[in-house]
């Protein structure tokens, strides 16, 4: 039987990635935390916009903010630091009572070397630029630059260095990304006369050990002879999988925080093939977690930056990046109303945490990658679903990595979806409204009002044999025993809307019952926190 689990311990420790059952927990001041956070917009990484920064935040309910350090701005000057910007930041974190996760924009910015040093960005010689198959120079800073990332290692060692010296003893900042986005745009990798040299050297025993061959690849040997098509893409995600460990390595020796990369997606409903140029070669893409994994033990998590808000695509992306080796985090998602409801998906797997892009009010919006909107309006769809979620984030953390956690989003299909639970079994369906079984509904061809757009989703956690936490929006939900309740009537104990304490202890507000249970359990476009309990007779 499932113990009811509500107690919580703390203590003081660094930040850190716990692993049991191959499910994972963020600690963070001794006890599992979800990160229920947001991104900033890219340029907000300045005190002047810090302001629009916060407001955004606290209608967004979050616990945490990732936001940009760019090396530009640490060290516009070769070997002078300045981390006047990074104090500034953790002062005004602090008073907010949000947690930081800071984003290193160094080598590296979505491929770019925009947020190197002025003193780096032109001088090719000392750090290099990947050159094409013509011997051309590319955009992007090479992989193999030995001096350049002697210099963004120095630089992050600085950070790390500082952050120690200020933030030990409060550990505002949580967790570090290290560059952003990796990979090349338009060049699979670098040709210049130390990448080939390197190319044609034997593939190192660690990546073999994870990155399995296509068919028809060598068991060993050179890049091409094992990897075959995938050669230049695999060769080029190790360089640069390589690089980022010497970073990540460096910065965790002075100041031990959890680290991770994120990636610009590959599309994960095509069919696996070799590179043409439709993603960001080298990138930590799904296909190369395990060249990531055997070139850099010191990140601890490759996580998805969800930008197609098409649901069979979230899916695929979240089955693929959540692995045995890899815990499931959502660094970056998309800010329009459509991705709210993916939370439930996200954190009902058991996720560290999840973070929105651009819940930032500056005046910018990356529609039509997001929302047009740059106001409250924005934020909100998201600050619903947190605000539901905060005065119980450290239990749901806790329950995640007990693996009593479900959680599902609505289908672009709007079809209903089942849950497997213990010796229950879950129907969420969708469009359904508060009022009259489905069969009655369908005749009359009824949709809810304000169900246009697919915005369903529910997350919940078995926190007892019969027992149920539930936290969703428009969505029914309809119990059926299962297992040893199997062909039993039941019905519910219980069904009670309310909130855990600051003690977690649980208050009950009412109870649902009459027209509020008859139905399923109806969750409207105002997520509420519920806890059902059920019985069979
Ligand atoms: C993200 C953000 C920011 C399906 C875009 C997404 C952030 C970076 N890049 O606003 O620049 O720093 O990580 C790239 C999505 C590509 C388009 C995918 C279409």
């Not at 640069?240 to 990540?248: K, Q, V």
């Not at 990356?366 to 769809?381: H, I």
């Amino acid at each position: 039987t499932l113990s009811c689990s509500v107690a919580l311990a703390a203590t003081s420790s660094l930040p850190h990635l716990e692993q049991k059952d191959g499910r994972y927990a963020l600690m963070v001041d001794g006890a599992p935390f979800v990160m229920l956070g947001v991104q900033a917009h890219n340029s907000s990484n300045y005190p002047g916009a810090l302001k629009q920064v916060w407001s955004a935040v606290k209608d967004a309910h979050a616990n945490t903010l990732e936001i940009p350090v760019a090396w530009e701005q640490i060290e516009a000057v070769e070997g002078k630091f300045d981390f006047s910007y990074v104090d500034t930041l953790l002062a005004q974190a602090r008073q907010n009572k949000v947690r930081l996760v800071l984003l290193w924009f160094g080598t590296w910015k979505n491929t770019n070397p925009q947020y190197v040093p002025e003193w780096v960005k032109f001088n090719n010689q000392r750090f290099p630029r990947m050159v094409d198959k013509d011997g051309k120079l590319t955009y992007c800073l090479s992989p193999l630059g030995a001096e350049t990332l002697k210099a963004d290692q120095r630089a992050f060692v600085a950070l790390m260095r500082h952050l120690k010296e200020v933030d030990q003893a409060q550990r505002s900042v949580i967790m570090v990304q290290v560059e952003n986005e990796v990979g090349t745009y338009g060049h699979a990798r670098d040709f210049g006369a130390q990448a080939e040299a390197e190319f044609n050297q034997p593939v190192p025993a660690a990546v073999l050990a994870r990155q399995k061959a296509p068919a028809g690849g060598a068991a060993s040997g050179s890049w091409a002879e094992v990897y075959g098509p995938y050669a230049d893409q695999y060769f080029h995600s190790y360089a640069i999988a390589r690089y980022i460990e010497d970073i990540a390595k460096a910065g965790r020796a002075v100041y031990d925080l959890p680290m991770y990369v994120n990636n610009a997606l590959r599309n994960p409903l095509e069919a696996l093939a070799p590179w043409k140029s439709n993603f960001a070669s080298g990138g930590p893409t799904y296909d190369v977690i395990g060249i990531y994994k055997a070139a850099a033990p010191h990140i601890d998590v490759v996580g998805p930056d969800l930008y197609a808000p098409d649901s069979q695509q979230v899916t695929a992306n979240l089955e693929r990046f959540q692995r045995p080796d890899n815990a499931l985090f959502v660094p970056e998602m998309g800010n329009a109303t459509a991705y709210a409801r993916y939370i439930y998906q996200i954190l009902g797997r058991g996720a560290l945490g999840v973070a929105p892009f651009g819940i930032d009010y500056a005046d910018y919006s990356n529609y039509p990658l997001g929302s047009p909107l740059t106001d409250k309006r924005m934020a909100e769809p998201f600050g619903q679903v947190f605000a539901a979620f905060r005065p119980m984030e450290r239990l749901w953390a806790k329950w995640a990595y007990e693996g009593r956690t479900h959680g599902v989003a609505e289908g672009d299909d709007r079809a209903p979806q089942h849950l497997a639970l213990k010796n229950w079994k879950l129907t969420v369906a969708f469009r359904m409204g508060q009022f009259g079984d489905e069969d009655w509904l369908a005749q009359r061809k009824e949709m809810a009002p304000g169900t246009e757009q697919p915005n369903g989703g529910v997350a919940l956690a078995q926190t007892c044999d019969n027992e149920f936490i539930v936290v969703g929006q428009r969505a029914r939900l309809r119990f059926e025993g299962d297992g040893v309740n199997a062909g039993k009537p039941s019905m519910y104990a219980r069904i009670e809307e309310g909130h855990f304490d600051a003690a977690g202890k649980w208050i009950m507000e009412r109870n649902w019952n009459g027209d509020q249970a008859d139905y399923g359990i109806n969750l409207t476009a105002r997520p509420v926190v519920l806890r059902v309990k059920l019985g069979t007779y």
